[in-house]
C-alpha cells in the first residue's frame, strides 16, 4: 500500500485496480496513512530520546559532517573486555591490580611521612613519585571499570580533554621525575660528601616543582593541539580511554604535520630523560665497580636495580605508543601496552622498592609492630 500515500483513487491513471471496490480502496489508504503516522511517530521518539551509546554503527556513519568541540557529542570509547569467561577473569585482576596499586602507594607515601628515618631526599623523591602514581592510574582505570560494569562508555568532548590533559600531565611529570631521581642516586654514590649542600631540601622541592611545570606544558600543548582538529565519521575511539594517537585516527584532517610535533616531543619527554637515565648510571656503575667496600657495593647495586627497573617498565611501553609510526602497532596492540603503564607499574613501584630496600622493609615492620601493639594492649 506504500504507493498510495501520497495519491486518492481519483488520481489512478488507469482506473481501479480488478476486482477492487471503492470502499476498500479508501480503507486501505487510510490504513496505509495510520501505519505510516505511527512508523514516523516511533522514529521521531527515538531520535529525540535515543542515546548515541543506542545507536547503531551504521548510524554513526551517516553524519560524516566536521565537527570539534562546539558539538554538544561526544566520543565513545571501546570497552576493554567483553562477557566471556576469559575476559571476566582478565577484569577481575584488573580490579585486584588497581586496588593494589592505590593501597600500595597510599601506604608509601603514608610510611615515608610518618618515619622520620626516611626523610632524606631520596624517600621524599620516592613518595612524589607513588603521589603521582595515584592519581596517574585513576585517570583511567575508574572509567573503564564502570564502563564495562554499567555501559558507561560515552565520554563528553570537554571530559575527553580532561581525561587527556591528565594523563600527559601526570604521565610527563612521572618521567622528568625518575630521570631526576637518577640525578640523585648519583649525586649519593660518586658525590657522598657533597650530597646534602647538592641534594637540599629547597633543591628537591625545586626538582618537584619543575618536573610537575614540565608535565603541565607538555599536556597543555598537546590537549590543545589535538582537540583543534575537526572530527568525522565514527565517534567511537579504539582504545578505553582517550589518548593522543587513537583520538588522532578520527580526525579528518591532515594530521602529518602534528605527528611531527607529537614525535619532537616525544624526544624531549622520554628520550632525553632515558639518556639522562643511562648516563647517570653508566656513571654510576663505574663507581661501584671502584669500591673496595663488599657491603657498600651490594647496597648502592640493589638501590639502583631497583630504580632501573621501574624506569624500564615506565619508559618501555611508552616509547613503543608515541615513539614507533602507528603503522607499527594496532589499536589492540595498544590496549595491551596500556594496561602496562596505567595499571602494572603502578602497583609495581612501591612492591619494588619496599622489598628491595631494607629501610622500607624496617620502616614497614616497626609500623606493623605498633599496630600489634596498640590491639593488643
Known amino acids: ?43 521521531n521518539l527515538l531520535m529525540e530520546t535515543a542515546h548515541w551509546d543506542n545507536v547503531s554503527e551504521a548510524w554513526q556513519e551517516t553524519s560524516r559532517g566536521p565537527w570539534n ?19 571476566l577473569f582478565l577484569f577481575s585482576m584488573v580490579v585486584v591490580v588497581y586496588t593494589l596499586a592505590m593501597a600500595g602507594n597510599t601506604a608509601m607515601v603514608l610510611l615515608i611521612w610518618a618515619d622520620a628515618r626516611l626523610h632524606t631526599p631520596m624517600y621524599f623523591l620516592l613518595s612524589q613519585l607513588s603521589f603521582l602514581d595515584i592519581f596517574f592510574t585513576s585517570v583511567t582505570v575508574p572509567k573503564m571499570i564502570a564502563g564495562f560494569l554499567f555501559g558507561w562508555t560515552s565520554i563528553s568532548f570537554v571530559g575527553c580533554g580532561a581525561q587527556m590533559f591528565f594523563f600527559m600531565f601526570l604521565g610527563a611529570a612521572e618521567c622528568l621525575l625518575l630521570a631526576l631521581m637518577a640525578y640523585d642516586r648519583y649525586v649519593a654514590i660518586c658525590n657522598p660528601l657533597r650530597y646534602p649542600s647538592l641534594m637540599s631540601h629547597q633543591t628537591c622541592l625545586l626538582m618537584v616543582a619543575a618536573s610537575w611545570l614540565g608535565g603541565s606544558i607538555n599536556a597543555s600543548v598537546q590537549t590543545a593541539l589535538t582537540l583543534q582538529f575537526p572530527y568525522c565519521g565514527s565517534r567511537k575511539i579504539a582504545h578505553f580511554f582517550c589518548e593522543v594517537p587513537s583520538l588522532l585516527r578520527l580526525a579528518c584532517a591532515d594530521t602529518a604535520a602534528y605527528e611531527q610535533v607529537l614525535f619532537v616531543t616525544g624526544v624531549v619527554v622520554l628520550l632525553l630523560p632515558i639518556a639522562f637515565i643511562t648516563t647517570s648510571y653508566a656513571l654510576i656503575l663505574a663507581a661501584v665497580l671502584g669500591m673496595h667496600s663488599v657491603e657498600g657495593r651490594q647496597k648502592a647495586l ?27 602497532h594496532s589499536p589492540g596492540q595498544d590496549d595491551v601496552v596500556s594496561i602496562f603503564y596505567t595499571v602494572l607499574t603502578p602497583m609495581l613501584n612501591p612492591v619494588i622498592y619496599s622489598l628491595r630496600n631494607k629501610e622500607v622493609t624496617g620502616a614497614m615492620k616497626k609500623v606493623i609492630g605498633k599496630c600489634r601493639v596498640g590491639r593488643t594492649a
Not at 69 to 87: Q, R
Not at 303 to 328: E, Q, R
Open 302 to 328: 640493589a638501590t639502583c636495580s631497583s630504580h632501573l627497573t621501574v624506569v624500564n617498565l615506565f619508559y618501555g611501553p611508552l616509547v613503543y605508543t608515541y615513539m614507533l609510526p602507528a603503522s607499527y
Open 69 to 87: 568541540h562546539s558539538s554538544t557529542i561526544g566520543f565513545v570509547l571501546t570497552s576493554l573486555f567483553n562477557d566471556s569467561p576469559m575476559h
Open 1 to 43: 500500500m506504500r504507493w498510495m500515500y501520497g495519491l486518492s483513487f481519483h488520481s489512478l491513471p488507469c482506473g481501479l485496480p480488478k476486482g477492487l471496490s471503492v470502499s476498500e480502496l479508501q480503507l486501505g489508504a487510510q490504513e496505509g496513512h495510520g501505519r505510516k503516522r505511527k512508523v514516523n511517530k516511533r522514529l
